[in-house]
C-alpha cells in the first residue's frame, strides 16, 4: 500500500515527475511539520488515456497536515487523479513535493487505501499474514517472525485494531477490513495518504470511526491526506478544504461553506448542503 517517489519517476513513463533536489522552490509560505515535508503542489495537471481526456487544467496546493477531500458526481475522474498521483497512469503537468527548507523533496513515500479490497473469503488468510508478507520476502507459510508480529500490533494500534490482528480477513466487517488497509498504508508512516472511498458500504458507525482515526493521524503525523468520498456531511466536518471536480477539472475549491454554497455544486447534488448542515444541527439540539 505504500507507494515510493522512485517508482513515480519511471524514466519510461511518457509524463513522469520533474524533481530536481539542489534547486529552490521560490514563492511558497508554508510551514516545516514534523514529518519534513513542506507541501505538495499539482500544476496543470492533466490525464488523458487513449482518445479520451478525463482531467485537465488540475491545479492545488496541499499543505502538511491538511485533509482535502475531492468530490464529484460518478465517473468525474475523482479515483483517476489518485492513480495519476500514485504513478500509475501518465499525465501531464507537474507533482512538486517540497520540504521545509523549500527544497524539492526526494524518496517521498505515499500511502493508499483503496475502495475495496478482492479476495476469497473462504481463504485462511489472517490480518497477520497479510503484514508479515507486505514486511518480509520469503513466504508466510514458513514461519512469521516475532519482529513482522511486533511491526504488525505497532501498526494496528494506531486504528485501534490490535484486536484484529489473528482474525481471517474473511471474518472481518467492511469497517474492519477498511482499517487493517488503513494500517497497512501506514506501514511505514508515509508523508501523504491518499484515500479513495475508503468507507464505501460501512455503517454509520463504521464512517465515524473511520474519520475519527484519520483526523487523528493527520493531527498526531502531520499528514496531508487527499481523500475521495461521497460523503458530504461527514467530509463538511473532518475536511480542510474540498475540490469539487465537474467538467474534467476543478471547478471550485475552498471550505465546506465556501464549496457546498457554490451553485454548480448544489447543481450537480441536487440540494444546498448548506442548509443540510443547519437542519442537522437543529437535530443535535433538541
Not at 494496528?156 to 487493517?180: C, N, P, T, W
Request: hydrophobic share 40%; aromatic share 6%; net charge positive.
Amino acid at each position: 500500500m505504500i507507494n515510493d517517489s522512485k517508482s513515480i519517476n519511471n524514466p519510461k513513463m511518457k509524463n513522469s515527475l520533474k524533481m530536481k533536489n539542489s534547486i529552490k522552490v521560490k514563492n511558497i509560505n508554508c510551514k516545516k511539520c514534523s514529518c519534513g515535508l513542506c507541501c505538495t503542489k499539482i500544476k496543470d495537471f492533466g490525464v488523458t488515456i487513449g482518445k479520451t481526456e478525463i482531467l485537465k487544467d488540475i491545479n492545488l496546493h496541499i499543505h502538511c497536515g491538511d485533509l482535502t477531500a475531492i468530490i464529484g458526481a460518478n465517473g468525474a475522474g475523482k479515483s483517476t487523479l489518485l492513480k495519476a498521483l500514485l504513478g500509475g497512469i501518465p499525465h501531464s503537468g507537474n507533482i512538486t513535493f517540497v520540504d521545509g527548507n523549500k527544497k524539492l523533496a526526494r524518496k517521498l513515500k505515499m500511502g493508499y487505501v483503496p475502495q475495496k479490497l478482492d479476495f476469497d473469503y473462504s481463504s485462511p488468510v489472517s490480518v497477520l499474514d497479510i503484514f508479515s508478507a507486505t514486511l518480509n520476502t520469503r513466504p508466510v507459510w514458513f514461519s512469521i517472525s516475532k519482529d513482522a508480529r511486533k511491526k504488525a500490533l505497532e501498526s494496528l494500534s494506531l486504528v485501534d485494531g490490535e484486536y484484529l490482528i489473528d482474525k481471517r480477513l474473511g471474518v472481518l466487517s467492511g469497517g474492519e477490513l477498511q482499517r487493517v488497509l488503513l494500517a497497512l498504508a501506514l506501514q511505514p508512516i508515509p508523508d501523504i495518504l491518499l484515500l479513495d472511498e475508503p468507507v464505501s458500504g460501512i455503517d454509520q458507525n463504521g464512517l465515524k470511526l473511520f474519520y475519527k482515526t484519520v483526523s487523528n493521524l493527520r493531527k498526531n503525523y502531520d499528514l496531508s491526506i487527499i481523500l475521495v468520498s461521497h460523503d458530504l456531511h461527514l467530509v463538511s466536518q473532518y475536511a480542510d478544504r474540498i475540490a469539487f471536480i465537474n467538467n474534467k477539472t476543478i471547478e471550485c475549491c475552498g471550505t465546506a461553506e465556501e464549496v457546498f454554497s457554490n451553485e454548480k455544486v448544489i447543481d450537480v447534488f441536487g440540494v444546498d448542503w448548506n442548509k443540510v448542515m443547519v437542519n442537522e444541527n437543529e437535530k443535535d439540539d433538541e
